[in-house]
């Protein structure tokens, strides 16, 4: 079981920043991807940004630009620095951890926390 625990969401003014952070722990594997997925009132969830062990990263078209997803390994922890937000930001945000192993792949979801951007 691998537990994460998101903070940093909030109340923005359109155009400006907020930096979310997610925290892992329990069993996790050394190779693994941790990103951020969004989900806003109606729509489905979607992958906001996501970076692997190894430093290689993706971004939704929508974010590119504006938002940038890190990590530090030694801490188990992601982040995703958001700037110049947009109204159309707003969503909960869920942090994701995947791996895959000799026993199965495994994925793991955060509770949430809610950014909304107002105009």
């Known amino acids: 079981q691998v537990q994460l625990v998101e903070s940093g969401g909030g109340l923005v003014q359109a155009g400006g920043s907020l930096r979310l952070s997610c925290v892992a722990s329990?069993?996790?594997?050394?190779?693994?991807?941790m990103g951020w997925y969004r989900q806003a009132p109606g729509k489905q969830r979607e992958l906001v940004a996501g970076i692997t062990s190894g430093g290689i990263t993706n971004y939704a078209g929508s974010v590119k630009g504006r938002f940038t997803v890190s990590r530090d390994n030694a801490k188990n922890t992601v982040y995703l620095q958001m700037n110049s937000l947009k109204p159309e930001d707003t969503a909960v945000y869920y942090c994701n951890y995947k791996s895959s192993n000799i026993y199965g792949a495994f994925v793991f979801w955060g509770q949430g926390t809610q950014v909304t951007v107002s105009s």
């Open positions: 329990g069993s996790i594997f050394n190779i693994n991807t």
